[in-house]
């Protein structure tokens, strides 16, 4: 089954669309995504193929996120962002512990694969539970270690939960990277929209310089 997703997202790939995509996720020397590389595979193309495979066990996706190909990580983690919705408990937690594995291991790196999972498997998970972990990970060197801690708040968030996107935008106000920056004006977008007394308690003098996008 596995030889057969890689062979269907090798048929999909689109050589110009891949030279654009390499571009815009910043893939040079020195770069945020330096190394990655695309097929030219659109978003709706990798969830069609995505939900034809959706019976994967976790070691053939694990094989799909250690890819260097991009698609192939993309599609990995929707499969398991679908698996994680079926799950039981015993069955999300193990996929929780998959998930943030290869976080550490730097298979989740860039950062369309972050948003696309992070709410939806670290930040579901953690709705019931303590949250430390979202802690240390805003702390880590790893910049996409540190997105995954943000961009999971979002499902405190929509559940009207703020303490948590409030303190870990603190943490990261100093932080040396773009990318974290205009995560947190993000999130702290969404609080806005829910909550405009409590945000307002939260300094965005602080933050409106370095969070492009937030005012």
Known sequence: MLSQIETDL????????????QGFFKTGPGQYGEGDIFLGIVVPEQRKVAKKYGGL???EIQTLLGSKIHEHRMTGLFILVDRYKRADSRGKKEIFDFYLKNAHLGNINNWDLVDLSAPNITGDYLLDKDRKILYNLAVSKSLWERRIAILSTLAFIRKGEFKDILKISELLLNDEHDLIH???GWMLR???ERETRRFSKFSLRKIARRCPGLC
Not at 10 to 21: D, M, T, V, Y
């Open 182 to 184: 205009k995560s947190v």
């Open 10 to 21: 090798q048929s999909l790939a689109n050589p110009e669309k891949a030279k654009i995509l």
């Open 57 to 59: 066990s976790l070691t």
């Open 190 to 192: 969404e609080v806005g």
